[in-house]
């Protein structure tokens, strides 16, 4: 993890050594506390991984990724258990039945967002739909998502953006093919670009190709925007402040990473400035009406501008980033297992004959429905959800869970549990065409999350991404560049592949 980064960066020994004392203090006051009052509740509190004094198992959390250190754990301690973070609990969640239980049965005592630093910055205080609290708020900036932009009535309207979308990256494909037949192709740079241009229509009412930023006295290109709204701000959300884990110390000084998430929260500032400023000039003309930002501009009143301006990045950071995630992973699985592939792409032929994959018939689609579902088994976009605070105590998975701690929902254990499932850590898609599956159910995995915090976007996600698998497969033969077999490292915040997917391409017969 970053934070171990600032052992030698920052005088930490001198840090913890001035923060001893009121910690000890503040561990003897709370367990005087609570062996005095005692715990309402007669259930055992869940199993803990052994860790060191003060840091707790923060030395057993090197990498960026503790959703695959927690999924070892659980083969130990089971589907929950607690681990200390220096000077808070965290209960991980490994399950699809504590999951469950905790998101819909015991919401009410956990629908408050956790946050790092970090985080709580670049979401300007929660000011999010993912990341906000589920209070008046949430429940009204979700309503004004759903209405204008991803509920059913809302995606018919968007429909032909979407189309657009599909066949620009269909035409970029073709091009690279016909310009150098036998070269790789960088998939994401093409699909990401193109995504991103869908997002700037549906949040802003028109595509971006550059933009003059006034607080940076310069232009910005296409891609120095998509770099300072969508790139950067994610590769900062999983910066991490050992001051989260000891706020005691939070005196201390941290220059260096705050300059840097500072600095990145600026420019995204004043690049969404310019852009809505310019946005306004087109809707005086009477351009561009029909974008989510008009929307909130003529609807939420109560909304500020810095709120109305967060709401609109959201739209813009979501789905430049997970629906590409997802649809990157699925045809890395497409290529690497040539036999599916051909399968899906008969299974396509059979229903579609010579037409093309719309969104009406997708769920005469079952096999390609299979595909989706399996690659977000398999790579969940969002490993762990970011985390809940329990506020008050309550009861999850047949244990106590004491007021205070911090819950991590881990959808990537979930996903990967092998009681649940077959060969977990294979990708099958077969296993999705089971007749116990609905075939308009969502949430066959966990990695749209569930109960009152469901993904708003799921229905979204869904589609461009089952839209476009089923149309890069009728138009392509997909293999995988060499050596691309066993590139499958992850980084960020969202399961990002560590490297662009390279593939080579050739036309199909149709």
Not at 246 to 270: A, C, G, T
Request: a neutral charge; proline letters at 5%.
């Amino acid at each position: 993890m970053a934070f171990l980064q600032h052992f030698q960066e920052t005088p930490f020994v001198i840090s913890v050594a001035l923060g001893v004392l009121p910690l000890f203090l503040y561990f003897f006051i709370k367990g005087f506390v609570s062996s005095q009052m005692g715990s309402l509740s007669k259930l055992p509190p869940p199993p803990e991984v052994p860790g060191l004094p003060l840091i707790g198992n923060l030395l057993q959390l090197k990498e960026k990724k503790p959703h695959k250190t927690f999924s070892k754990w659980a083969e130990i301690y089971g589907p929950i258990f607690s681990i200390r973070t220096g000077a808070s609990t965290m209960i991980v969640l490994n399950s699809v039945d504590v999951v469950k239980e905790a998101m819909v049965t015991r919401y009410s005592s956990i629908s408050t967002r956790k946050l790092s630093k970090a985080l709580k910055i670049l979401s300007f205080d929660k000011t999010m739909v993912a990341m906000s609290d589920y209070n008046d708020f949430h429940k009204m900036v979700k309503r004004h998502l759903i209405t204008n932009l991803l509920g059913t009535t809302a995606q018919k309207r968007q429909r032909n953006l979407r189309d657009t979308m599909i066949e620009n990256t269909l035409k970029r494909l073709h091009a690279h093919v016909k310009r150098s037949p036998l070269e790789a192709v960088n998939f994401r740079e093409i699909f990401e670009s193109e995504l991103f241009s869908l997002s700037m229509k549906q949040a802003l009412g028109r595509d971006v190709e550059s933009i003059y930023v006034e607080e940076l006295a310069r232009t910005l290109s296409k891609e120095e925007i998509f770099k300072l709204l969508v790139h950067d701000p994610m590769e900062g959300a999983i910066e991490v402040d050992w001051r989260d884990f000891f706020p005691y110390l939070k005196w201390i000084p941290n220059k260096s990473l705050e300059m840097k998430i500072q600095r990145m929260d600026f420019h995204r500032k004043v690049v969404m400035k310019a852009l809505m400023k310019e946005q306004k000039k087109q809707f005086a003309k009477g351009q561009g009406l029909n974008c989510y930002l008009h929307y909130l501009l003529s609807e939420a009143k109560t909304l500020t501008e810095e709120q109305i301006s967060m709401l609109i990045w959201e739209v813009i950071i979501e789905t430049s980033d997970t629906t590409l995630v997802t649809t990157e992973w699925a045809m890395y699985e497409l290529a690497k297992d040539t036999k599916w592939q051909d399968h899906l792409c008969q299974h396509i032929q059979n229903i579609c004959g010579s037409d093309n994959v719309t969104e009406e018939i997708l769920l005469q689609l079952p096999h390609l429905g299979a595909v989706f579902h399996e690659t977000l088994r398999r790579h969940s976009p969002v490993p762990i959800i970011p985390l809940r605070y329990a506020h008050e105590e309550t009861q999850i998975g047949g244990y106590t869970i004491p007021a205070e701690s911090e819950i991590a929902i881990n959808i990537y254990a979930c996903n990967l549990d092998k009681k649940r499932w077959e060969k977990p850590e294979e990708w099958l898609p077969e296993r999705f065409l089971d007749k116990k599956y609905d075939p308009q159910d969502l949430y066959k995995t966990m990695a749209f999350g569930g109960g009152k915090r469901a993904c708003a976007g799921a229905l979204e996600a869904m589609t461009i991404s089952c839209t476009a698998i089923g149309r890069f497969v009728l138009e392509f033969e997909w293999r995988l560049k060499d050596g691309e077999e066993e590139n499958v490292q992850t980084v960020g915040l969202t399961n990002h592949r560590l490297h662009p997917l390279q593939v080579i391409l050739k036309p199909r017969d149709r």
